[in-house]
Protein backbone atom coordinates (compact mmCIF):
# COMPACT_ATOMS: atom_id res chain seq x y z
CA UNK A 1 0.00 0.00 0.00
CA UNK A 2 1.23 3.50 -0.86
CA UNK A 3 0.91 6.09 1.28
CA UNK A 4 1.29 9.77 -0.05
CA UNK A 5 1.72 13.23 2.00
CA UNK A 6 2.55 16.26 0.43
CA UNK A 7 3.82 19.65 1.56
CA UNK A 8 4.64 23.03 0.57
CA UNK A 9 2.43 24.98 -0.44
CA UNK A 10 1.33 28.40 0.38
CA UNK A 11 0.32 32.01 -1.47
CA UNK A 12 2.69 33.67 -3.26
CA UNK A 13 2.82 36.62 -5.81
CA UNK A 14 2.63 36.16 -9.86
CA UNK A 15 6.44 35.71 -11.49
CA UNK A 16 6.90 33.90 -7.82
CA UNK A 17 8.19 30.30 -7.06
CA UNK A 18 7.38 27.58 -4.82
CA UNK A 19 8.68 23.97 -4.11
CA UNK A 20 6.21 21.51 -3.62
CA UNK A 21 7.06 17.72 -1.75
CA UNK A 22 5.63 14.40 -1.62
CA UNK A 23 7.01 11.59 0.01
CA UNK A 24 5.88 8.56 -0.46
CA UNK A 25 5.52 5.54 2.34
CA UNK A 26 5.33 1.82 0.75
CA UNK A 27 7.61 2.72 -1.94
CA UNK A 28 8.05 0.09 -4.57
CA UNK A 29 10.25 0.68 -7.21
CA UNK A 30 8.90 1.00 -10.64
CA UNK A 31 6.27 3.05 -9.49
CA UNK A 32 5.04 6.01 -11.65
CA UNK A 33 4.21 9.20 -9.80
CA UNK A 34 2.74 12.40 -10.39
CA UNK A 35 1.42 16.04 -9.72
CA UNK A 36 -2.28 17.08 -10.50
CA UNK A 37 -4.11 19.76 -9.22
CA UNK A 38 -7.49 21.04 -9.33
CA UNK A 39 -9.07 24.22 -9.54
CA UNK A 40 -12.25 25.59 -7.98
CA UNK A 41 -15.23 24.74 -10.14
CA UNK A 42 -12.98 23.08 -12.63
CA UNK A 43 -11.84 19.17 -13.58
CA UNK A 44 -8.75 18.06 -11.83
CA UNK A 45 -5.94 17.69 -14.31
CA UNK A 46 -2.74 16.59 -15.22
CA UNK A 47 0.74 18.71 -14.13
CA UNK A 48 3.63 16.29 -14.62
CA UNK A 49 4.23 12.67 -14.29
CA UNK A 50 7.54 10.78 -13.40
CA UNK A 51 8.75 7.47 -13.88
CA UNK A 52 10.51 6.64 -10.86
CA UNK A 53 13.11 3.77 -12.16
CA UNK A 54 13.93 5.27 -14.96
CA UNK A 55 13.47 9.64 -14.48
CA UNK A 56 11.05 9.22 -17.54
CA UNK A 57 8.79 12.81 -17.58
CA UNK A 58 5.92 14.41 -18.91
CA UNK A 59 4.44 17.62 -18.46
CA UNK A 60 1.45 19.58 -19.38
CA UNK A 61 1.59 21.81 -22.05
CA UNK A 62 0.51 24.68 -19.59
CA UNK A 63 3.30 24.15 -17.24
CA UNK A 64 6.02 23.06 -19.62
CA UNK A 65 9.60 25.60 -19.25
CA UNK A 66 8.08 26.61 -15.52
CA UNK A 67 7.78 23.64 -13.17
CA UNK A 68 9.79 21.10 -13.01
CA UNK A 69 9.12 17.11 -11.66
CA UNK A 70 11.94 15.60 -9.66
CA UNK A 71 12.98 12.88 -7.33
CA UNK A 72 15.18 11.75 -4.67
CA UNK A 73 14.62 8.33 -4.35
CA UNK A 74 17.04 7.80 -1.36
CA UNK A 75 14.36 9.79 0.40
CA UNK A 76 11.44 8.81 -1.39
CA UNK A 77 10.28 12.11 -2.22
CA UNK A 78 8.47 13.89 -5.23
CA UNK A 79 9.32 17.59 -5.87
CA UNK A 80 7.42 20.09 -7.71
CA UNK A 81 9.72 23.11 -8.40
CA UNK A 82 7.16 25.75 -9.88
CA UNK A 83 8.22 29.19 -11.03
CA UNK A 84 7.30 32.16 -12.71
CA UNK A 85 3.66 31.40 -11.55
CA UNK A 86 0.54 32.37 -12.62
CA UNK A 87 -2.83 33.16 -10.84
CA UNK A 88 -4.38 30.57 -13.25
CA UNK A 89 -1.83 28.30 -11.53
CA UNK A 90 -3.83 28.74 -8.24
CA UNK A 91 -5.49 24.86 -7.34
CA UNK A 92 -5.35 22.54 -4.93
CA UNK A 93 -2.15 20.41 -5.97
CA UNK A 94 -2.24 16.30 -5.52
CA UNK A 95 0.93 13.82 -5.55
CA UNK A 96 -0.26 10.76 -6.94
CA UNK A 97 1.10 7.14 -7.95
CA UNK A 98 0.43 4.61 -10.27
CA UNK A 99 1.57 0.86 -11.22
CA UNK A 100 1.54 1.97 -14.67
CA UNK A 101 4.56 2.31 -16.92
CA UNK A 102 3.46 4.37 -19.40
CA UNK A 103 3.20 7.17 -16.95
CA UNK A 104 0.88 9.52 -18.42
CA UNK A 105 -1.97 11.95 -16.83
CA UNK A 106 -4.70 8.82 -17.81
CA UNK A 107 -2.81 5.82 -16.81
CA UNK A 108 -5.30 4.80 -13.70
CA UNK A 109 -3.20 7.04 -10.73
CA UNK A 110 -4.87 5.04 -7.85
CA UNK A 111 -2.93 6.50 -5.19
CA UNK A 112 -3.54 10.04 -3.74
CA UNK A 113 -2.11 12.18 -1.29
CA UNK A 114 -4.32 14.92 0.47
CA UNK A 115 -3.76 17.96 -1.47
CA UNK A 116 -1.83 21.23 -0.67
CA UNK A 117 -3.09 24.67 -1.79
CA UNK A 118 -1.10 26.87 -3.95
CA UNK A 119 -2.52 30.44 -4.23
CA UNK A 120 -0.96 32.65 -6.74
CA UNK A 121 -2.00 36.71 -6.65
CA UNK A 122 -1.71 39.28 -9.41
Known amino acids: QVQLVESGGGSVQAGGSLRLSCVAY???????MGWFRQAPGKEREGVAT????????YYADSVKGRFTISQESGKKTLYLQMTSLKPEDTAMYYC????????????????WGQGTQVTVSS
Open 96 to 111: AATYSTLCRFDSGFNY
Open 26 to 32: GYPYRLC
Open 50 to 57: IMTSDGRT
